[in-house]
Nanobody, 128 residues
Framework: QVQLVESGGGSVQAGGSLRLSCTAS????????MGWFRQAPGEEREGVAT????????YYADSVKGRFTISKDNAKNTLYLEMNSLKPEDTAMYYC?????????????????????WGQGTQVTVSS
């Protein structure tokens, strides 16, 4: 059973930075995509960024390109999200997710339904 545990959320002023981490356990293969999603109050969950653990390909939502960086440490089975130039509209619960690599999926679309496993989330609050 794959388990994902997020950490690193908090409160920051606009323009500030935060680094989220997600530690995965329960699988040994690197043939997974892992991503970050977020959900603001009253809004639908949306994709932020994703990375292929077996090769490093990445995709980002347009809203975070140039400000957020997704990265990984395969040895530690850990996913990161470096968030810079944070804006109040980045305020949300941030979730880590993992998806088994399967053919036919357009990973750039950051679709929630393509991911099999989810963490409990970590809150990010950006004040103006």
């Amino acid at each position: 059973q794959v388990q994902l545990v997020e950490s690193g959320g908090g409160s920051v002023q606009a323009g500030g930075s935060l680094r989220l981490s997600c530690t995965a356990s329960g699988y040994t293969s690197s043939r997974y995509w892992m991503g970050w999603f977020r959900q603001a109050p009253g809004e639908e969950r949306e994709g932020v960024a994703t990375i292929y653990f077996g090769g490093g390909s990445t995709y980002y939502a347009d809203s975070v390109k140039g400000r957020f960086t997704i990265s990984k440490d395969n040895a530690k089975n850990t996913l990161y999200l470096e968030m810079n130039s944070l804006k109040p509209e980045d305020t949300a619960m941030y979730y880590c997710a993992a998806a088994r690599l399967i053919s036919g999926v357009n990973w750039s679309r950051l679709r929630i339904g393509d991911y099999n496993y989810w963490g409990q989330g970590t809150q990010v609050t950006v004040s103006s």
